[in-house]
């Protein structure tokens, strides 16, 4: 377990995971009403993910992510208030209502994009991490891909490349158990999504997903390694999903009580919370009072992203080119 | 001072002087030097065809060979664009835009609108493209409707070496994502090219020859073919104007539609198949916006809709020409 986490560190990690579920959660319940427009994916469960990696990260690195993208946007700093406008579709959304759930995204805090490509972000962490070694700035990119996306050619050629260049670049494999419906168990032709890290001439990792100071412990040392110039890491986390593929997803591919136990047994914040709790220099209460303080703020964002207003008709054709 | 250069004198002088002005303009591609890892000398190479030979000795650490692995490095370069540089990349060949399109079109073309307008991607994809090599099907496709075709792309058919250096420069300090075709067959040609840095802004065509009977667009190669096809037809008493878009996306329009107004009469030439090309689009455009002034149906002098064949025979064949040119313009003259 990991030491170096100060009080104020673990309390901010807690918050940011805490962020992310009630994000999910609550996207979750407003979906099933009808009135969230398009395709929703949760990354609800992962938390301990998003937030083990994102947590050694500034605001000068980058990160690429998925369809399953709301979490790593939050660990990395973008404003829920701004993802719940956009996942509702309004002008006041990060992206002005013009991206959505899978195209969140916020340079200014080096969120390179949610993503509606699987396996779309591998090659473009390259790039930004070309940029950051050629600058030597000592930031590092961060590409967020599933288990789905490991199979695609453009994560292994990205893989490839950042070896090939040295690139201070982190693959961070989220194994969350199914790519859509199917199991890595079929669609995976190694045992690990981390065994290939060794045909790139790169360290391979696999760590807990469950446990956010394995994630942290993992992740420090890649970050570690890329801002030395030691170049990238592939980093498996082992998952999983508490809701579909997307919203309305039936999920009768998994298996009968399955999220349901690992809510019970794994969950990410309930360990967090045993864990830092047991040596009492965090109560119990302060973390109800983060609890309180996200409900609320997930709360009003809700309500602001309801009354605020749609997209204006002149939005249609803007933002295509530098002229218009 | 002007000089003549060939084309792809042009092209490289474009990317030396960018690279001295602006230390963020990288240039990466396979073997774009030559010789990476590899025994022998650096900059073996300078690209397939030579075009950046010189460049990686000149700008250290700024031209960077690639595996061969286009989705990694296109992608990479739109990546290193979101995060400062202004790379160009070098796609070889157009038709293997097969193997990293979602890069281009999904990625690149996509970020400003689709992130709000927040995002900017100043990347150029330089690419060769056309027939006339007997390189076959998968080495001689002329693809730019393809990228005209997506929002958010620009794209660039230049088509003698002024226009190469003046809009390749402009290409590189566009902060969008440009398409850079150059035609192979053109690399040889030779004119006149200012040594000094200029641009040639996108979206504004270039009348080449002014004539009142027929108007003819044609593009990259084909703008020679059809000035060697007026000079023959003026001869005849048949006088052509002959317009260059220069670039497909953004499309000069008006250039185009005030030229068919004086003359009525419209031959589009485009090396690419015809069905979806830029032939169509322009054709289209004309009888949209000017159907009025119209005296002829409009003729295409495209390629056939077949994939370009490998035998000198049949390449001739299929490559539109000054003779297939001057026929069109003729039939479209003389209708009454």
Redesign the interface.
């Known amino acids: 377990m990991n030491t170096e986490l100060n009080r104020e560190s673990l309390l901010k990690a807690y918050r940011m995971m805490r962020t992310i579920r009630e994000f999910e959660e609550r996207v979750h319940t407003d979906f099933a009403t009808g009135e969230i427009p398009g395709f929703v994916h949760l990354y609800a469960g992962e938390e301990a993910s998003a937030t083990g990696v994102c947590m050694h990260l500034s605001g000068n690195d980058y990160i690429a992510s998925t369809h399953r993208g709301h979490g790593h946007c939050i660990a990395k700093g973008v404003d829920p208030a701004g993802m719940m406008a956009e996942i509702w579709g309004k002008e006041t959304g990060t992206c002005k209502g013009k991206g959505g759930s899978m195209h969140i995204a916020d340079l200014s805090k080096g969120m390179l994009g949610a993503n509606g490509i699987v396996g779309g972000g591998g090659p473009l962490i390259c790039g930004t991490a070309l940029a950051a070694k050629l600058r030597g700035d000592k930031t590092v990119g961060v590409c967020f891909f599933g288990d789905g996306a490991s199979n695609q050619g453009t994560i292994l050629e990205a893989m490839n490349l950042a070896t090939v260049w040295n690139l201070p670049a982190i693959f961070v494999a989220e194994n969350n158990g199914y790519a859509e419906t199917t199991s890595p168990n079929y669609s995976v032709a190694c045992e690990n999504i981390a065994d290939r890290a060794a045909a790139f001439g790169m360290p391979g990792v696999i760590v807990d997903g469950f446990d956010f100071f394995a994630v942290y412990e993992a992740a420090g040392e890649a970050v570690k390694r890329a801002r030395e110039g030691g170049g990238p890491t592939l980093i498996e986390v082992k998952v999983s999903r508490y809701y579909g593929h997307f919203e309305g997803d039936q999920q009768k591919y998994r298996a009968e009580g399955e999220v349901q136990k690992l809510r019970n047994e794994k969950d990410c914040l309930m360990q967090f919370r045993r864990h830092v709790t047991a040596d009492g220099d965090i109560s119990a209460a302060e973390l109800d009072a983060i609890d309180a303080e996200v409900l609320a703020m997930i709360d009003d964002s809700v309500v602001r992203a309801k009354a605020d207003p749609k997209p204006g008709p002149e939005e249609l054709l803007t933002d295509v080119y530098v002229s218009y | 001072m002007a000089r003549k250069i060939t084309y792809q004198q042009a092209i490289n002088e474009a990317l030396d002087q960018e690279m001295s002005r602006d230390p963020s303009v990288?240039v990466m591609g396979e073997d774009n030097a030559g010789g990476e890892g590899s025994p022998g000398e650096m900059d073996a190479w300078g690209g397939v065809l030579g075009v950046t030979k010189g460049l990686y000795h000149k700008h250290p650490?700024?031209v960077?060979d690639?595996?061969i692995?286009e989705?990694?490095?296109?992608?990479?370069?739109?990546?290193?664009?979101?995060?400062?540089?202004r790379?160009v990349a070098e796609l070889m060949f157009v038709d293997f835009m097969g193997?990293c399109f979602?890069?281009i079109f999904?990625?690149a073309a996509?970020?400003?609108?689709?992130?709000?307008?927040?995002?900017?991607t100043p990347v150029v994809i330089r690419t060769m493209y056309g027939a006339g090599f007997r390189a076959a099907a998968q080495h001689s496709q002329c693809l730019y409707s393809l990228f005209t075709h997506v929002?958010?792309l620009?794209v660039v058919v230049p088509s003698n070496p002024y226009d190469a250096k003046g809009l390749l420069i402009e290409s590189i300090r566009?902060?969008?994502p440009v398409i850079f075709f150059e035609n192979k067959v053109l690399y040889t040609m030779e004119g006149e090219v200012p040594e000094e840095i200029y641009t040639v802004p996108f979206g504004e065509a270039a009348i080449l020859r002014e004539g009142d009977d027929v108007t003819i667009v044609a593009l990259g190669r084909m703008v020679n073919m059809a000035q060697e096809a007026a000079e023959a037809l003026q001869k005849d008493g048949i006088h052509c104007e002959i317009i260059d878009p220069r670039t497909t996306s953004?499309l000069d329009e008006e250039t185009i539609l005030e030229s068919v107004e004086k003359t009525g009469r419209l031959v589009v030439v485009d090396e690419a198949n015809p069905r979806c090309s830029m032939a169509s689009d322009i054709a289209g455009l004309v009888v949209r916006k000017a159907f009025g002034a119209l005296k002829a149906p409009i003729e295409q002098v495209t390629a056939p809709h077949v994939p370009p064949p490998f035998s000198d025979v049949l390449e001739d064949l299929y490559v539109p020409n000054a003779a297939k040119i001057e026929r069109a313009v003729t039939r479209v003259a003389e209708y009454r």
């Not at chain 2, 296109?74 to 400062?84: E, K, L, P, Q, W």
């Not at chain 2, 996509?110 to 900017?120: D, L, N, S």
Request: hydrophobic residues 35%; contains cysteine; proline residues 9%.
């Open positions: 990288i650490g700024r960077l690639t595996p692995s989705s990694a490095f296109i992608g990479a370069a739109i990546g290193a664009a979101c995060n400062g540089l790379p193997v979602d890069q999904n990625q996509k970020f400003r609108y689709m992130f709000g307008g927040k995002a900017e929002p958010g620009k566009d902060n969008d953004p």
